[in-house]
């Protein structure tokens, strides 16, 4: 693929998340177009996963201090996301260049095994820390039973 194309990718996928908040969610597909080139941030690393539990999970990271990042955060995603080439990304942009960051997954689904990695962007590229994976709590059972029939007793 040609260098200027790829570059074109990366700086329209820049400005696409310069849109995002730190907490809201995106659906990103073909996310892998310029990954690790020389000029591509430095240092990313997937920390590890805390606080799991039925539909939730914090996530930590650290990159390099580096003026020229545009983006960082977590990237997180099932087994059929990923067949389907898409995923959800969570920035930490807006950490204020705290360059160690975590950041809450929400509305995760339970009883599901996810994989995520941390992110860096700069006009350069992207680079990706390790995958980690993690498995979603099972939902407990209610003490009780609900019948529709109960509902509309009056």
């Known amino acids: 693929m040609n260098v200027n194309i790829l ?51 914090s996530v930590s990271g650290t990159v390099s201090k580096d003026s020229t990042l545009t983006d960082w955060g977590v990237m997180y ?19 204020k260049y705290n360059f160690s960051f975590k950041v809450s997954l929400s509305g995760l689904v339970p009883n599901t095994n996810y994989y995520c990695k941390t992110y860096a962007v700069n006009k350069d590229g992207i680079t990706y820390g390790e995958q980690k994976t993690f498995k979603t709590k099972p939902a407990k059972a209610l003490p009780f039973e609900i019948k529709a029939t109960d509902a509309l007793a009056t």
Do not use: I, Q
């Open 77 to 95: 995603y099932t087994a059929s996301m990923l067949e389907s080439g898409k995923f959800l990304v969570t920035t930490a942009k807006d950490s």
């Open 7 to 57: 570059k074109l990718l990366s700086l329209l996928f820049v400005l696409a998340l310069a849109f995002v908040s730190c907490e809201d969610e995106l659906v990103k597909s073909d996310y892998d177009y310029v990954m690790n080139s020389a000029d591509s941030p430095k240092d990313v690393v997937t920390v590890g996963v805390s606080d799991t539990s039925v539909v939730s999970v």
